[in-house]
């Protein structure tokens, strides 16, 4: 082997040693973009998560200012505006 085969030789194993760091670096950045993407989905997931709850617990509060009102304004109605009660409501059924 000669002096321009060995050179020849050193230049391509540089190559790829060159092309297998920049590919690593192409991946490793990929890898944190990927990461980066879950992290913002979780956050925005989360922080859609507090505004539906506090919305159950509003409708939750009004629906007990009924019950307390029925219960409290006429006696004589109250079994009438339990009945009415009975009705399927809308927030039982997103609950289940």
Do not use: C, W
């Not at 020849?8 to 760091?21: F, R, S, Y």
């Not at 159950?56 to 009924?66: I, N, P, S, T």
């Not at 006696?75 to 059924?93: C, M, N, T, V, Y």
Request: charged share 25%.
């Amino acid at each position: 082997m000669g002096p321009g085969e060995t050179i020849a030789l050193i230049a391509v194993v540089i190559l790829i040693i060159v092309g297998l760091g920049v590919m690593g670096s192409m991946y490793s950045r990929r890898l944190a973009f990927k990461e980066r993407q879950l992290e913002l989905r979780i956050a925005q997931e989360n922080s859609a998560a507090p505004a539906r709850s506090t919305d159950d617990v509003a409708k939750l509060e009004q629906r007990v200012r009924v019950l307390e009102r029925i219960a409290t304004d006429n006696p004589g109605r109250l079994a009438a505006a339990i009945e009415d009660l009975r009705q399927p409501h809308p927030l039982k059924e997103e609950l289940q």
